[in-house]
Every structure is written in structure tokens, then in C-alpha cells.
T-cell receptor
Framework: RKEVEQDPGPFNVPEGATVAFNCTYS??????FFWYRQDCRKEPKLLMS???SGNEDGRFTAQLNRASQYISLLIRDSKLSDSATYLC????????????FGKGTRLHILP | DTAVSQTPKYLVTQMGNDKSIKCEQN?????MYWYKQDSKKFLKIMFS???????INETVPNRFSPKSPDKAHLNLHINSLELGDSAVYFC???????????FGQGTRLTVV
């Protein structure tokens, strides 16, 4: 099993729809989790951190399920500008200090 | 006022050359990183540098060497460039090893 797995997509979603994607991780020692967004030919940018209690930022909701070892991202009322690749990041603090990026999920919002 | 800046933005060079990419952050962060994003868009960490401790990804060839003159800078030096080194290299920084990372704009390296 890969350390961090995401469905690569693409997800083609009409504007205004709700879309959700998950990211699974294999190491139960993982401690911090993030969603990043990367636009074509640009650098990744932090979208939101993922807390154990879940967190919401406007149209975006992130959740962590430690028992099943996955994090999720929900986008409501999707906009054309949400089209991007969404990267899941898992950070494990131990001697290896490994930060692992998922390969990303491509999202296309259709007009 | 760019938080993490790296230069150059584009670098085209011949096989066998030695090149450097510079990175500076003005966020006062303690940790800096180099990432490589290949043609398949897979982003992989190469190095992290925290409080003068270098953590190396074991898959990185020793032709790649990071150099940190101070906490705000982490440069990447590459010896004997190979075709397979062509990729986008991102520098990043974070407050700590568990904090969110802020990325530079990337350096698109093409080895011909």
C-alpha cells in the first residue's frame, strides 16, 4: 500500500455542484495533515490544515478519520476558479521526519 | 514582497554541467526544503533542513547537495547534470517540521 494515495481524477464537475475527494494514508503515526492546491505551472499553496475535529473554511470542509486513516475535502457550490489539482499532505514526526505529498486529484469545474 | 523566492525561474543547461538554484525565505521559518516535481507531476521531498540538521531523502543521488549559509537560505547545487534531472524544483519553508509549508515559484530545469 502506498504511503499516501489519492484518486488522480480528473473529476469533471458542473459549476455549483458539490464535490468530495479522499486521501488515504498508511502510517498510523502520521501527525499532521494538509490540503494544498496547485494550479497549472504554479507552486502548491496551502488550502487548509486538517484537524482531528474537522474544520471548515467557507465552501471548503476538511475532515480526518484516524480510525480508517483517511482525510477528506469537500467543496460546496463549486466555482470555475476551483479548477486545480488538490494535493493531500501527510506529515509524520519521528526520526524519519517524513513529509509526503499525494500525487494529487485533478478537478475541472465545467461552466 | 515574496515570502519564499528562488532563482532562476528557468534554467536550461547541457548534460554534465554543474548548476545551482538559490532559495531565500523572509518568513523567519526554521525549516526549509527542496522538492522535485517530475513530468508526472509527482511532488517528492529531496531534503529538509531544520536547525542545522539536514535530513536527506535516501533516493536522492549524491550529485545533489543542499547548502545553507544561514537560516534564511537553502541553495541546491547539482553536479554532473543528467537528462533525468529535468523537472521543476521547488523550495519551501515552514515554521517547524510539522507546520504548513510555503513554496517558492519553482525553477524549471531542462537538461539537454
Amino acid at each position: 500500500r502506498k504511503e499516501v494515495e489519492q484518486d488522480p481524477g480528473p473529476f469533471n464537475v458542473p459549476e455549483g455542484a458539490t464535490v468530495a475527494f479522499n486521501c488515504t494514508y498508511s502510517n498510523s503515526a502520521s501527525q499532521s495533515f494538509f490540503w494544498y492546491r496547485q494550479d497549472c505551472r504554479k507552486e502548491p499553496k496551502l488550502l487548509m490544515s486538517v484537524y482531528s475535529s474537522g474544520n471548515e473554511d467557507g465552501r471548503f470542509t476538511a475532515q480526518l478519520n484516524r480510525a480508517s486513516q483517511y482525510i477528506s475535502l469537500l467543496i460546496r457550490d463549486s466555482k470555475l476558479s476551483d479548477s486545480a489539482t488538490y494535493l493531500c499532505v501527510v506529515n509524520r514526526m519521528n526520526r524519519d521526519d517524513k513529509i509526503i505529498f499525494g500525487k494529487g486529484t485533478r478537478l475541472h469545474i465545467l461552466p | 514582497d515574496t515570502a519564499v523566492s528562488q532563482t532562476p525561474k528557468y534554467l536550461v543547461t547541457q548534460m554534465g554541467n554543474d548548476k545551482s538554484i538559490k532559495c531565500e525565505q523572509n518568513l523567519g521559518h526554521d525549516t526549509m526544503y527542496w522538492y522535485k516535481q517530475d513530468s508526472k507531476k509527482f511532488l517528492k521531498i529531496m531534503f529538509s533542513y531544520n536547525n542545522k540538521e539536514l535530513i536527506i531523502n535516501e533516493t536522492v543521488p549524491n550529485r545533489f547537495s543542499p547548502k545553507s549559509p544561514d537560516k534564511a537560505h537553502l541553495n541546491l547545487h547539482i553536479n554532473s547534470l543528467e537528462l533525468g534531472d529535468s523537472a521543476v524544483y521547488f523550495c519551501a519553508s515552514s515554521r517547524s517540521l510539522v507546520g504548513e509549508a510555503f513554496f517558492g515559484q519553482g525553477t524549471r530545469l531542462t537538461v539537454v
